[in-house]
């Protein structure tokens, strides 16, 4: 279960991303809204869902919608979620937003993050509005009935509650230490 | 035929690929027993050559027999003929290694 529940605020952080900066939650408090995806580079869920993410920031910028990708796996153990791999993803796959790094895992256990892919959507005065998947097909853009994430930003912006405020977020346990 | 289902109860997906396994063998007329096997602990997928969950083996064959073998509790990644990433093998594949199977009694 997450720490956070719907209407609660965003806790502060601060990660340096694959892009040599540092980025705080602070950086984005002009932003209508802000996701934070936690996810990583070699779990199934997360690739599956991963372009889907990396459009609907594109969709959604010029909105003044931030999406903050996390990766906090122990890298110990998988070496696929190592900094280095997660420069090279973010590279490859064009992600148009930061991915960060949470290498203690504290920022992960402080949300109570426990999948990748799991989202927590805020709206520009910090709260929370949407928690848990993507959508409800992993597996298949076409088949996707319920765009939770996309219907939950499209309600955020527009001022309105989001119709499906949580979901079951679905995806690999997070690696921890 | 023997079919064997390996999983890993923390992976969302077992259940959705072992609808899509039986599904697939009625479809092609196979009346064998899935036998399902959960894998607990990394010991146990050590020993079970346990690359990820979900896994299908048919008479003891990987249906897509993985590249580098890492054995531990985790998610498996498929590569669909499309090129998509899924944690789930796809109708073809199953239905491609059933049939593999099936030729030497034919």
Known sequence: MANLKVGDKAIPFKLPSTDGRTHSLADYADKEAVALVFTCNHCPYARAWEERIVQAQSDYAGKGVQVLAINANDASRYPDDGFEAMKKRAEEKGFGFPYLWDESQEVARAYGAERTPEVFLFDKDGVLRYHGTVDDDYEDPASVKNAYFRDALDAVLAGRDPKVSETRPVGCTIKWK | ?106
């Open chain 2, 1 to 106: 035929m023997q079919v064997s289902f390996l999983y890993w109860e923390e992976c969302p997906s077992h259940e959705r690929a072992l609808e899509r396994l039986r599904a697939v063998m009625e479809e092609e007329g196979i009346e064998a027993e899935v036998e399902l096997i959960e894998v607990k602990t990394e010991e146990q997928a050590k020993e079970l050559r346990f690359v990820g969950s979900p896994t299908i083996r048919i008479d003891g064959v990987d249906i897509d027999p993985p590249s580098h073998e890492v054995y531990g509790l985790d998610c498996r990644i498929y590569y669909l003929e499309d090129g998509r990433v899924s944690p789930l093998p796809s109708e073809e594949m199953i239905r491609d290694a059933l049939r593999a199977a099936k030729v030497p009694n034919e």
